[in-house]
C-alpha cells in the first residue's frame, strides 16, 4: 500500500509569493493533518481534516489555509510569504481522531 | 503556548545505557502517541496510550501513561547507536475525538559509542 505522499519535495520561494503544497494520504484514510516543523519549534500543528472538514486549527496567522477533497487529498496554502515561514511542513493521515498517523516526507520550503 | 512539554530536550547517552524521556500536559489527555524522527527523516509512529496507568513495552522500549493521564514516559533500557533519534510524544487535548492534537517539542537523543 502507498505511503503519504508530499509534493514538491522541496521548493524555493520569495517574499510576498504565495504557495501551495499538496498530500495524498494512504488509501482508505480519512483524517489528514499538516504539522509545521523548524528547529527551534519542533513539530506544530496547523490543521487536522477528516471527511472534507476541519475539525480543528492551530495557532498560525490566516495566511495559512487549507482544505481537503471528496477523495482525502488535501491542500495547504500560505499567501504572502516571510522568511520565518521557512521549514519543513509535514502532512499525517490517519483512518480516524485515535489511530495512528503515518507522516509523509515533508515539503521543504525556503523562503528568500 | 506549548501545552505538552517534554524533557529532556537533548539526552546523550552512552551505549548500553538506560534513559527516560518524560512528557507533561497542563490538561487531561484521550490518549498519548509516541513517534520517533531519524536525522533527515519523517515521524514514524512508535505506539499509543488510551488508559490511565496504561504500560506497554516494545523490546527494549516501555511506555507509561500517568494515572492522571497528564504524563507519560518512554524509557529505552541498553541504549543502541540505532535509538539515534529525535522522540516525540503527541497527546489529543480532550476526551472529544476531535480535541487538538498537540505534539511535545521532542527529546532528540545522541548515543555514543
Known amino acids: 500500500k502507498a505511503g503519504v505522499t508530499q509534493t514538491p519535495r522541496y521548493l524555493i520561494k520569495t517574499r510576498g509569493q504565495q504557495v501551495t503544497l499538496s498530500c495524498s494520504p494512504i488509501s482508505g484514510h480519512r483524517s489528514v493533518s499538516w504539522y509545521q516543523q523548524t528547529p527551534g519549534q519542533g513539530l506544530q500543528f496547523l490543521f487536522e481534516y477528516f471527511s472534507e472538514t476541519q475539525r480543528n486549527k492551530g495557532n498560525f496567522p490566516g495566511r495559512f489555509s487549507g482544505r481537503q477533497f471528496s477523495n482525502s487529498r488535501s491542500e495547504m496554502n500560505v499567501s504572502t510569504l516571510e522568511l520565518g515561514d521557512s521549514a519543513l511542513y509535514l502532512c499525517a493521515s490517519s483512518g480516524g481522531s485515535n489511530t495512528e498517523a503515518f507522516f509523509g516526507q515533508g515539503t521543504r520550503l525556503t523562503v528568500v | 503556548g506549548q501545552q505538552v512539554m517534554q524533557i529532556p530536550q537533548y539526552q546523550h547517552v552512552q551505549e548500553g545505557e538506560d534513559f527516560t524521556t518524560y512528557c507533561n500536559s497542563s490538561t487531561t489527555l484521550s490518549n498519548i502517541q509516541w513517534y520517533k524522527q531519524r536525522p533527515g527523516g519523517h515521524p514514524v509512529f512508535l505506539i499509543q496510550?488510551?488508559?490511565?496507568?496504561e504500560v506497554k513495552k516494545q523490546k527494549r522500549l516501555t511506555f507509561q501513561f500517568g494515572e492522571a493521564k497528564k504524563n507519560s514516559s518512554l524509557h529505552i533500557t541498553a541504549t543502541q547507536t540505532t535509538d539515534v533519534g529525535t522522540y516525540f510524544c503527541a497527546g489529543r487535548m480532550t476526551t472529544d475525538s476531535w480535541g487538538k492534537f498537540q505534539f511535545g517539542a521532542g527529546t532528540q537523543v545522541v548515543v555514543t559509542p
Open positions: 496510550l488510551v488508559k490511565s496507568g
